[in-house]
């Protein structure tokens, strides 16, 4: 972001864009919230203070997976669903996120993804179907991904539902043996693909909800894009 803020404390709208998340989460009610922290941990606390959420600290940044490895002992004895989602991507809306649910609970996957189709998707992880079926096979980050897999322009959103036992009985299993020596979220996909459990996606007809802000550029583009939305009344996050 090329700013001393930390990233989800960027405004959208007058809100921190994890503010904006959390407001639709809240409509969906689940059953406890817990937020990863790290880098201006303490400032991002303030910020939701009027929230009820839960905190678990990520003192070390070492990617996706190694986030939700953080909450493993507040996560570890519950059975039931476990949804994750990225505190930069706040417009997610509420029957999106319903729409990933309902999808995950009645056909009993261990996992469930979101994802989108972009014209241009460079940057993002690239998903792999299995033929034209709705079963994941693999989410190949781009800079990992071959030249064939750059083709696909079905992406990775970075939202998943998990059966939260089958989430940290293979996030022990994932290596951090890729370019940048981190632990993927993605990779426990592939892990639960291979040994036989049910792994599904679920793509968004409206692309825009699940873009990532990656700068301030990308930040004032999108919230453009939202605010024309909502005078449409079709979006449901403002």
């Excluded at 404390?9 to 409509?27: A, D, E, F």
């Excluded at 493993?72 to 990225?86: C, I, K, M, N, Y």
């Amino acid at each position: 972001m090329k700013s001393d803020l930390a990233k989800v404390l960027h405004r959208v709208n007058g809100q921190p864009m994890i503010c904006i998340l959390l407001n639709t989460l809240n409509k969906i009610g689940f059953e406890r919230t817990i937020v990863v922290i790290g880098h201006q941990g303490e400032e991002v606390k303030k910020a939701l203070s009027n929230f009820d959420v839960e905190y678990v600290w990520q003192k070390e940044q070492h990617g996706t997976g190694h986030a939700v490895m953080m909450a493993r002992p507040t996560l570890s004895d519950f059975e039931g669903t476990t949804l994750v989602a990225l505190g930069d991507v706040p417009f997610l809306s509420k029957e999106t996120i319903e729409k990933l649910l309902e999808t995950h609970e009645k056909s009993q996957a261990a996992a469930t993804c979101l994802s989108a189709e972009f014209s241009d998707p460079t940057g993002y992880g690239r998903i792999v179907r299995r033929g034209e079926s709705k079963v994941l096979e693999r989410i190949v980050e781009h800079k990992d991904a071959s030249p064939a897999l750059l083709k696909i322009k079905e992406i990775n959103s970075g939202t998943f539902c998990f059966n939260n036992q089958e989430l940290f009985n293979w996030l022990k299993e994932i290596k951090s043996n890729n370019e940048p020596g981190e632990y993927y979220l993605t990779d426990v996909v592939k892990l639960m693909h291979d040994n036989g459990l049910i792994v599904r996606v679920v793509k968004t007809s409206n692309h825009s909800e699940v873009l990532g802000i990656n700068s301030l550029e990308q930040l004032k583009e999108l919230e453009k894009r939202i605010a024309n939305k909502s005078k449409q009344n079709n979006y449901d996050t403002i």
